[in-house]
């Protein structure tokens, strides 16, 4: 008849084995009842490493200190529950942290300054922040802006039907819708006299053309050099209008093609002229 074992047999049985080898480690021997109800025998071995980390001599006897108050013969370190660990500072030593403190200044003070730049440009076709030269929709949105000089001279013409305002002053280029008495528009110039210089030196500019280059030839109306609008440096163009078709035509024959400064000129006229019927 066989005897049915009790709970301090199964004490016994559950308490690990544990043996020392000859290279320091140990095996560790237990048992255990799996799933199926089978006992498995389980054999770990185990190697205990020793980790000795040195730290400051003033460091350790703080460690030593004897706590007091509520502390009062409390165990070694921080208690969480009464004491709260604040933040880590690294310690850097040398000077190299002041170089890399300026550069992140700096840094920061850029971005700072081309965010502020960013906001206070506006884009006139799609109010966008960028230049309205550089607008990715500015081909397909010129067409559907109103143009300003149209609407002047609607409000002019507007101005002058309307009776009650009688009085009023009407710019002298309004009246009549911005029609002169020939029947052409104000906004069309007189460029029949203007010319296009073009293959300038970047170093020309408009006093350096009326009083080096073109005052020979007769009075100059307005001489306009042509520049980059982001950079303020010249594009090698510009336009001359002179008093006279004829003094025109005289800087025409002289110039075109002639050295200046290093370069050889183009010139031409700013429109191209019909040719005369005969």
């Keep these: 008849m066989s005897q049915q074992g009790t709970w301090a047999d199964d004490v016994v049985e559950n308490q690990p084995l544990i043996t020392t080898n000859e290279d320091g480690t140990k095996t560790v021997i237990t048992y255990r ?32 200190w004897a706590k007091f108050g509520e502390e009062k013969n409390a165990a070694p370190g ?17 000077t190299a942290w002041k170089t890399a403190e300026k550069e992140a200044e700096e840094k920061k003070a850029e971005e700072s300054m081309l965010s502020a730049n960013t906001r206070a440009i506006t884009c006139r076709y ?14 397909s ?6 143009d300003p000089m149209d ?8 101005a002058l039907a309307s009776p009650s305002a009688p009085g009023k002053y009407v710019p002298r280029h309004l009246r ?11 906004r069309e110039r007189d460029d029949s006299s203007t010319l296009k210089i073009a293959n300038l030196n970047e170093m020309v500019d408009e006093d350096m053309l009326r009083n080096q280059l073109l005052y020979p030839f007769g009075p100059l109306v307005r001489v306009n050099v042509v520049r980059n609008r982001e950079t303020g440096r010249s594009r090698g163009l510009a336009f001359a209008q002179f008093a006279s078709e004829s003094s025109a035509q005289r800087a025409l024959d002289a110039l075109d093609g002639k050295g200046f400064h290093s370069l050889i000129l183009q010139v ?11």
């Design 33 to 64: 009842i799996n799933e199926k109800g089978q006992k498995i025998k389980v054999t770990q071995i185990v190697k205990e490493i020793i980790v000795k980390e040195s730290v400051n001599k003033e460091v350790a006897k703080r460690k030593q």
């Design 78 to 94: 921080p208690d969480y529950r009464t004491t709260q660990v604040g933040e880590e500072v690294h310690l850097r030593l040398g």
């Design 268 to 278: 031409g006229w700013s429109k191209p002229k019909k040719p005369q019927q005969q």
């Design 141 to 146: 949105l010129a067409s559907l802006e109103p």
């Design 176 to 186: 009549n819708g911005g029609i002169s008495a020939s029947g052409e528009s104000s």
């Design 151 to 158: 609407e002047s001279s609607e409000a002019g013409a507007a």
């Design 126 to 139: 799609c109010k966008g922040q960028h230049f309205s030269s550089k607008c990715p929709f500015k081909d």
